[in-house]
């Protein structure tokens, strides 16, 4: 049974980077018919996309954060990261990483619904 | 992008009642050529992440019990619970994923009266 578990540090001082990791067990990253999310939730709030990736290192952003966005895998310890900088008190959230299945044609991929969903981790901003 | 809205906010239904919770896209989620729409449901309670219930609109997840159903076309999607159960006081989000940015709706608070 695929399970995926975020890791990393649950307080970020404004302006600095936040960083986490998915960590993918019960199955391989490297499969090529999904992608691999993060989506976030502030206290209380709805969730939104942040971005996703391919095995292969392909990326797609939710253009609202981009610019701030890193999103990288790592096949070789079945992981993925998230990269967010500079952050603000505006970031505070869960963060959680999903699986997604995707399809790919010749030109483009089309990602779906996310499931399963790792249980999720608090990263506050605050200094 | 498209805004999914959902309605209501909250809902307060009598066990063993039928509850029904919309979700309106801002423009269409149906693929013509699939004859497809494009849009999951998710159910999260309190301390928990979403968990999926449908996908392709009205295809319920393996193990979601049948009295979950979804339905709707093109910009106008409902999901009703036959019978609801204490079980199913959750935060309710609709999904669309015809497009990037993957976007939800608000969520819907569902309740029991």
């Known amino acids: 049974q695929l399970q995926l578990q975020e890791s990393g540090p649950g307080l970020v001082k404004p302006s600095e980077t936040l960083s986490l990791t998915c960590t993918v067990s019960?199955?391989?990253?490297?499969?090529?018919?999904?992608?691999w999310g993060w989506i976030r939730q502030p206290p209380g709030k709805g969730l939104e996309w942040i971005g996703s990736?391919?095995?292969?290192?392909?990326?797609y952003y939710n253009p609202s954060l981009k610019s701030r966005v890193t999103i990288s895998v790592d096949t070789s310890k079945n992981q993925f990261s998230l990269k967010l900088s500079p952050v603000t008190a505006a970031d505070t959230s869960v963060y959680y990483c999903?699986?997604?299945?995707?399809?790919?044609?010749?030109?483009?991929?089309?990602?779906?619904?996310?499931?399963?969903w790792g249980q999720g981790t608090l990263v506050t901003v605050s200094s | 992008d498209i805004v999914m809205t959902q309605s209501p906010d909250s809902l307060a239904v009598s066990l063993g009642e039928r509850a029904t919770i919309n979700c309106k896209s801002s423009q269409s989620v149906l693929y013509s050529s699939s004859n497809k729409n494009y849009l999951a449901w998710y159910q999260q309670k309190p301390g928990q992440p979403p968990k999926l219930l449908i996908y392709?609109?009205?295809t319920r997840e393996s193990g979601v019990p049948d009295r979950f159903s979804g339905s709707g076309s093109g910009t106008d999607f409902t999901l009703t619970i036959s019978s609801l159960q204490a079980e199913d006081v959750a935060v309710y989000y609709c999904?669309?994923?015809?497009?990037?940015?993957?976007?939800f709706g608000q969520g819907t608070r569902l309740e029991i009266k």
């Open positions: 019960g199955g391989s990253i490297s499969s090529s018919v999904y992608y």
């Open positions: 392709w609109a009205s």
């Open positions: 990736i391919y095995y292969s290192g392909t990326t």
């Open positions: 999904q669309q994923y015809y497009n990037t940015p993957i976007t």
């Open positions: 999903a699986r997604h299945p995707s399809y790919c044609s010749s030109i483009n991929c089309y990602l779906r619904w996310f499931d399963p």
